[in-house]
């Protein structure tokens, strides 16, 4: 913990972006085997083994007081997950992340107290409309509708973390929220894969539960032990720049100029946010206390 507690917590954020969303490209290599949630389900499961694993933490340091924050991590990652890669499964990575990045977008204006902050979501939903463009008539309704069901999730995954961040010591969290996001993912999850786990779906599911969630979970919740929920949001702003560039590398999706766009606008929004926000900067907030 000493070492990860001098590096900034701004690149622990940045570092768990760049493999969730490396591992998001990458699980769209398993959805012809178990489907979609299927692969949430998988992912989430075999996270919630390694953590437990590794972390081992006692059934004991749960209390009343921490129920509730465990159990809404825990179903708020579950359904975020698997929504974000059921709007996968139909749109691209880039716009997905764009419509899901609305979640913690609005939580960043919401927690400022400048009037102005509010306005920035709105600039964010532009992008959004550009990427999805339904005047075409082409966009998949069902795909948007996952990834604004992710954004909701995403933005109460933010709060839950911090605050469950702030009552346990290291990832120990994260290790008993885990299994919580596995047995919810679990409801859809379970029937879409049940027949199609095989060994090299085991082996390419290790890797993937590795480079999202035991990972860069565990990077997040570091981080916003050290942050507060707005920081964490708004640092979040290039992330649907980065699911872009991500989306042209590893499944050759070639933004056009209106996907450009809506991008920067994402961007722009999410950058506008933090200009706004009335805190000092991200390395001179005080890290929590070890309990």
């Known amino acids: 913990m000493g070492v990860v507690n001098r590096v900034p917590a ?4 940045v570092v768990a972006m760049l493999s969730i969303q490396t591992g998001s490209a990458l699980s769209i290599s398993l959805f012809p085997a178990i489907g979609p949630a299927g692969t949430a389900w998988w992912r989430l499961t075999l996270g919630a083994i390694i953590l437990l694993a590794l972390v081992r933490p006692s059934l004991r340091l749960i209390s009343r007081e921490n129920v509730v924050g465990l159990i ?9 997950t698997s929504a974000f890669l059921s709007a996968l499964d139909r749109i691209p990575l880039g716009t997905t992340v764009a419509i899901e990045f609305l979640g913690p977008l609005t939580v960043a204006a919401l927690s400022g107290k400048n ?27 069902v795909g948007v509708a996952f990834a604004l069901l992710a954004a909701l999730c995403w933005g109460l995954y933010i709060v839950f973390t911090q605050q469950v961040g ?3 010591s290291g990832i120990r969290g994260l290790a008993l929220a885990t299994p919580i996001a596995a047995v919810t993912a ?37 981080a916003l032990q050290r942050m507060n929920k707005r920081a964490f949001g708004t640092l979040m702003a290039v992330e649907p720049g980065v699911a872009t560039g991500i989306g042209l590398i590893l499944l050759v999706q070639i ?17 506008a946010t933090q200009r706004d926000a009335a805190r000092p900067p991200l390395l001179d907030l005080p890290a929590s206390p070890e309990r």
């Not at 701004?10 to 954020?13: D, E, K, M, P």
């Not at 009037?115 to 309704?141: E, F, S, Y």
């Open 10 to 13: 701004w690149s622990l954020a």
């Open 186 to 222: 679990s409801f859809v999850g379970v029937p879409q894969a049940w027949g199609g786990i095989t060994v090299d779906v085991v082996l390419w599911g290790i890797l993937l539960a590795v480079l999202t969630p035991v990972f860069p979970f565990a990077l997040e919740m570091l």
């Open 255 to 271: 933004p056009n100029v209106f996907d450009a766009a809506g991008i920067a606008l994402v961007v722009a929004a999410g950058i």
């Open 72 to 80: 809404g991590l825990g179903v708020s990652t579950g359904v975020m």
């Open 166 to 168: 702030d009552q346990f």
């Open 115 to 141: 009037v102005r902050a509010a306005l920035w979501p709105l600039l964010a939903l532009a992008g959004v409309v550009l990427l999805t463009r339904p005047w075409t008539g082409n966009v998949d309704l």
